[in-house]
């Protein structure tokens, strides 16, 4: 059954640095979605993507957050300088339609030091 | 505000239990009502729900939606300790991109 992979698993890092985080989604999906959970806490949208643009973002995704597809199966979050508070688990999700039900990766946990 | 709500914030029962997971919400563009399970990392999907007052089933699970009091229900019965998880409530929102709005989500213990 065809899902959504992310990589990596687990990242560390110093704050200021920057990472990207990295999914594939699912491969006739079009709608692609990063969400982000604080340990602890409930899931909070980031963005959406479609046709190589940014659909919608929320206030968490500020200038730090950036969104890419760079070839036809990745689809890349990158936070330019890490704060403390990013640290969380990141997930990708994608969907078929724009009102379709969106599948989720297993997430990446990210911690910044 | 869009909000999305759920109760109660955690539960422990014992198997053979039957459960009952609510989730309010206030959203400006009801587009339709997911609930989720969520065990170690990612959510994995169980039901989606756009008319009011039909059931989803799904083995012991089953699910419905009221859209004139805004809410839902998760039904749980015969409950397994494989069961234990959180379970999410998430409304997609059908102003702008169909973003999901998530509750905070009700952890389930199944005590054996």
Known sequence: EPEVTQTPSHQVTQMGQEVIL????ISNHLYFYW???ILGQKVEFLVSFYNNEISEKSE????????ERPDGSNFTLKI?????EDSAMYFCASSVLEEGTQYFGPGTRLLVL | EDKVVQSPLSL????????????????TNFRSLLWYK?????????????????????GRLSSILDKKELFSILNITATQ?????????AVE?????YKYIFGTGTRLKVLA
């Open chain 1, 22 to 25: 990295r999914c594939v989604p």
């Open chain 1, 35 to 37: 969400y982000r959970q």
């Open chain 1, 60 to 67: 968490i995704f500020d200038d730090q957050f950036s969104v």
């Open chain 1, 80 to 84: 330019r300088s890490t704060k403390l």
């Open chain 2, 12 to 27: 422990v029962v014992h198997e053979g239990d039957t459960v009952t997971l609510n989730c309010s919400y206030e959203v």
């Open chain 2, 38 to 58: 969520q065990e170690k990392k990612a959510p994995t999907f169980l039901f989606m729900l756009t008319s009011s007052g039909i059931e989803k089933k799904s």
């Open chain 2, 81 to 89: 300790t494989g069961d234990s998880a959180v379970y999410l409530c």
């Open chain 2, 93 to 97: 929102d059908g102003s702008g991109t």
